[in-house]
């Protein structure tokens, strides 16, 4: 959904994470209690985001595994009072919208330990996609209901990386304020990035709706086979947002799985020809030294 028109739909769409809680419109006969629909208030004081970056068939994608642990501050028909301004929840049940990067395929979504069915959000409404500084992105949406207090969401997905100046960049959005309220002032995102690739040129970095780029302290910590980035970004009420994740790196040519297969060979069979032949010089010339010794002694006797 375009960065524009979220002020404008703010008492309709809620977002989790990248999760945005849809108000379904109802009519409220609160003209008396002079209250306003409001979608549910939810908070989320943390998310857990998994990436592992790996090559398939030559091209880089990425594979995500995102945990939201959520609570429902106020549910439906619930009233609360925000900023001298009183709302009723209408929502019931609660349809969430998750935006996607282009080529995205293998998409999975489970509340808790249940399998959740989706659509394509974007092909129902085309005028609804979501704004990014790498593109306008498609939307999935899927239903709850009824409403627990407490649930965790967890979101698997994968996309192609896009390669743009040079350089692949993916990016992560961090739509957090709909989860920062009086009653929920700080959430946490936890990274983790694991780079099955050679790569040089790292760079992490929120991105702002002006496209203003600060870097986020990160850790790496190296394995035979693979380097895992890890980082945190703290979101705050009433404090201005980070914004978006956009990461950027270059990759170097590592071999294939079908070069490193002839490596597999290749390497044992050299290692034994070069034994054989060591053990065939030592053999041809300890021969020579003892046919002199022998020739020696005939000629020279002492």
């Known amino acids: 959904m375009a960065v524009n028109n979220k002020l404008l ?41 998994n990436y592992t970056i790996t090559s398939i068939n030559g091209s880089l994608w990425a594979k995500i595994d995102g945990t939201y642990p959520l609570q429902i501050l106020f549910g439906p028909e619930q009233v609360y009072t925000w900023d001298s301004t009183s709302y009723q929840v ?37 005028g609804f996609l979501h704004h990014t500084a790498i593109g306008d992105w498609p ?46 002032i700080k959430s946490t995102a936890c990274f983790n990035i694991r780079m099955e690739t050679n790569y040089t040129n790292l760079h992490v970095n929120t991105i702002g709706s002006d496209e203003t780029l600060n870097p986020v302290n990160y850790t790496i910590t190296r394995e035979k086979t693979a380097e895992t980035i890890t980082f945190q970004t703290v979101s705050e009420y009433s404090k201005p947002l980070l914004g978006d994740i956009l990461i950027t790196f270059t990759a ?24 054989i032949a060591q053990i065939a010089y030592r053999r041809k010339h300890a021969g020579k030294r003892g046919s002199s010794n022998n020739l020696s002694e005939q000629v020279c006797p002492s």
């Open 9 to 49: 739909l703010a008492l309709i769409i809620i977002s989790v994470l990248l999760f945005s809680a849809v108000a379904g419109v109802q009519r409220v006969n609160s003209e008396a209690a002079n209250l306003l629909p409001s979608s549910p208030l939810i908070a989320m004081p943390e998310e857990y985001i």
């Open 90 to 126: 209408v929502s019931d049940p609660l349809t969430l919208v998750y935006p996607t990067p282009p080529g995205t395929t293998n998409i999975t979504v489970r509340m808790d330990e249940t399998e959740l069915s989706w659509d394509n959000y974007t092909e129902i409404y085309p």
């Open 139 to 184: 939307m999935i949406n899927c239903t709850i209901y009824p409403i627990p207090e407490y649930f965790t969401l967890k979101i698997h997905y994968e996309h192609p990386i896009m390669l743009i100046n040079g350089s692949y960049t993916f990016l992560y959005d961090l739509n957090i304020r709909p989860y920062l309220s009086p009653w929920s």
């Open 252 to 275: 170097s040519k590592a071999p294939d799985a079908l070069e490193f297969s002839y490596l597999l060979i290749i390497l044992p069979i050299a290692v034994v020809a070069t034994l």
